[in-house]
């Protein structure tokens, strides 16, 4: 079973030696750091990466994976021990049409504006100054992570590190999340009326006991065992 942690290169490290030992680390390429951790579990490594200037520049931060059925807490590079959390990517959405579930590259839609979701011109040309987002219709980019449709997508990636399908998250979350046009509080006030409903019915159930009119109810005879 293939599963991927995030590693953090951000050791509690005095002094100018953490500076040497993370730039050291940096400074490995992928394939070492397999070569060098693949006792420990290790079958694949990628450094994530951040533009700046037009420059691809790597960060403390690689992406593993491990063939295993439980994941690390730490493992050990050297002599340092390096914590590791789950990874948990961000929802990939289309920077083409500015839906979720697609890359622009596969995108088939026709190209939308990512502030006003106008589809006569593109995000970096976009003049107007109301926002509108193209998937839930509120005032704010598509790309916002205020989302209420960025937030389901995200949860649903939550979901997935679970060892579960994305289809069978994807379910989980669409159903405890609340339908358009319902408030959650509504959502939640409906099934506390059901819960109470059904406790109501049960009781009854338990005390409707048939009980005989008092006149056909004979006496019992005193019986003294000798």
Same mark, same amino acid.
């Given at each position: 079973?293939?599963?991927e942690?995030?590693?953090?290169?951000?050791?509690?490290?005095?002094?100018?030696?953490?500076?040497t030992?993370? &730039?050291?680390?940096?400074?490995?390429t !992928?394939?070492?750091?397999?070569?060098?951790l693949? @006792?420990?579990? =290790?079958?694949a $490594?990628?450094?994530i990466?951040?533009?700046?200037?037009?420059?691809?520049?790597?960060?403390?931060?690689?992406?593993?994976?491990?063939?295993?059925?439980?994941?690390?807490?730490?493992?050990?590079?050297?002599?340092?021990?390096?914590?590791?959390?789950?990874?948990?990517p961000?929802?990939?959405g289309?920077?083409?049409?500015?839906?979720?579930?697609?890359?622009?590259?596969?995108?088939?839609?026709?190209?939308k504006?990512? &502030?006003?979701?106008?589809?006569?011109? !593109?995000t970096?040309?976009c003049?107007?100054?109301? @926002?509108?987002? =193209?998937?839930? $219709?509120?005032?704010?980019?598509?790309?916002?992570?205020?989302?209420?449709?960025?937030?389901i997508?995200?949860e649903?990636?939550?979901?997935?590190i679970?060892?579960i399908?994305?289809?069978?998250?994807?379910?989980?979350?669409?159903?405890?999340t609340?339908k358009?046009?319902?408030?959650?509080?509504t959502v939640?006030?409906?099934?506390?009326?059901?819960?109470?409903?059904n406790?109501?019915?049960?009781?009854?159930?338990l005390?409707?006991?048939?009980?005989?009119p008092?006149?056909k109810?004979?006496?019992?005879?005193?019986?003294?065992a =000798?």
């Open positions: 079973m293939i599963r942690l995030k590693l953090h290169f951000d050791l509690k490290i005095i002094g100018k030696t953490k500076k030992l993370e &730039k050291a680390l940096v400074q490995h !992928d394939a070492e750091l397999v070569e060098e693949n @006792l420990q579990g =290790l079958c $490594a990628r450094r990466q951040i533009r700046q200037d037009g420059r691809l520049i790597p960060t403390k931060h690689v992406i593993l994976t491990f063939e295993t059925p439980v994941l690390p807490k730490f493992i050990r590079a050297g002599y340092l021990r390096c914590s590791v959390q789950p990874y948990i961000n929802p990939l289309c920077f083409q049409y500015q839906r979720y579930g697609h890359s622009h590259q596969a995108c088939r839609g026709k190209p504006c990512a &502030k006003c979701a106008a589809s006569d011109h !593109d970096n040309s003049t107007s100054e109301t @926002l509108k987002c =193209l998937n839930c $219709a509120e005032a704010h980019p598509a790309y916002s992570k205020s989302c209420p449709k960025w937030q997508e995200k649903i990636l939550n979901l997935k679970k060892n399908s994305f289809a069978e998250a994807r379910k989980i979350v669409n159903d405890r609340p358009s046009g319902i408030s959650y509080s939640l006030k409906s099934q506390f009326t059901n819960i109470s409903v406790a109501t019915q049960t009781d009854e159930c005390t409707k006991l048939v009980c005989p008092l006149k109810l004979q006496p019992l005879e005193n019986t003294i =000798l």
